[in-house]
């Protein structure tokens, strides 16, 4: 199998957790922004990484959506599972792996690059990256506003995740696509001081998840 991704993508890293908890052999082939969509359109009709080829001689050719991606990963390898067994809990975790996604995924951006933009220059003050982290801030309408409404979400965002704090998963007794989602999509806050110290526990439990599923830490954790 091969992933197609940004070596940055937290959506990226989402898939990169699924993959190593059921233990499944992959490639990947990071893509270079702004000419990745070159090769994705014609592909999948699609933009967005990530994309998983299957490398079989049977359909599916590409997977584009971490979401889309999990359900294949789960048909191809049933255990472990990722999807509660009563259907009620499946539910659940659809529901909050597709908030997760289309809501704190992209709040997670706003603020991550706010700070990058401003007190997290440090981080890299080179000028390619202040150049690309102005290129991201544009494509993805970066504005104050925008990012004050993104706090305000993350911040219910770890209300809804407080049974992390006693170690609990998020949904049923084991981890499921909803703790992925969760701990993949979070991940970027581990580098804003402001999180790590009012949420600690948020971190302890994306590095918990991160060695369940084999996969290297994110930046500052
Ligand atoms: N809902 C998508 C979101 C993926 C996404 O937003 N990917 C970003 C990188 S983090 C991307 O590919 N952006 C480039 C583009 O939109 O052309 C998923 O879960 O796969």
């Given amino acids: 199998m091969l992933l197609l991704q940004f070596s940055t993508s937290h959506y990226c890293r989402k898939v990169r957790l699924a993959l190593g908890y059921k233990n499944l052999a992959y490639r990947v082939e990071n893509l270079t922004p702004g000419l990745h969509a070159l090769k994705l359109k014609p592909m999948t009709g699609l933009t967005t990484v990530p994309v998983l080829l299957p490398e079989e001689t049977v359909e599916p050719v590409a997977i584009a959506d971490s979401t889309a991606i999990f359900q294949y990963l789960e048909k191809i390898r049933p255990v472990p599972s990722l999807y509660p067994k ?7 975790a ?5 908030w997760l996604d289309e809501s704190i995924g992209t709040a997670t951006r706003f603020v991550y690059y706010d700070y990058r933009a401003g007190e997290g220059q440090a981080i890299d003050p080179s000028l390619l990256s ?3 982290i102005n290129v991201v801030r544009r494509q993805y309408g970066i504005s104050p506003g925008a990012v004050k409404l993104a706090r305000s979400r993350l911040q219910l965002a770890m209300q809804v995740l407080s049974s992390w704090q006693q170690g609990s998963p998020l949904i049923g007794e084991t981890l ?15 580098l804003l001081p402001e999180y790590r110290k009012t949420y600690p ?12 599923c084999g996969e290297p830490l994110p930046p500052g954790l």
């Fill in 201 to 212: 526990w948020v971190f302890e439990r994306i590095r918990a998840i991160h060695e369940s």
């Fill in 94 to 98: 659809e529901l909050l792996e597709d």
């Fill in 176 to 190: 499921s696509i909803a703790d992925l989602a969760a701990a993949a999509l979070l991940s970027p806050l581990a």
């Fill in 130 to 132: 202040r150049l690309l």
């Fill in 86 to 92: 009563d259907l009620a809990l499946k539910t659940r």
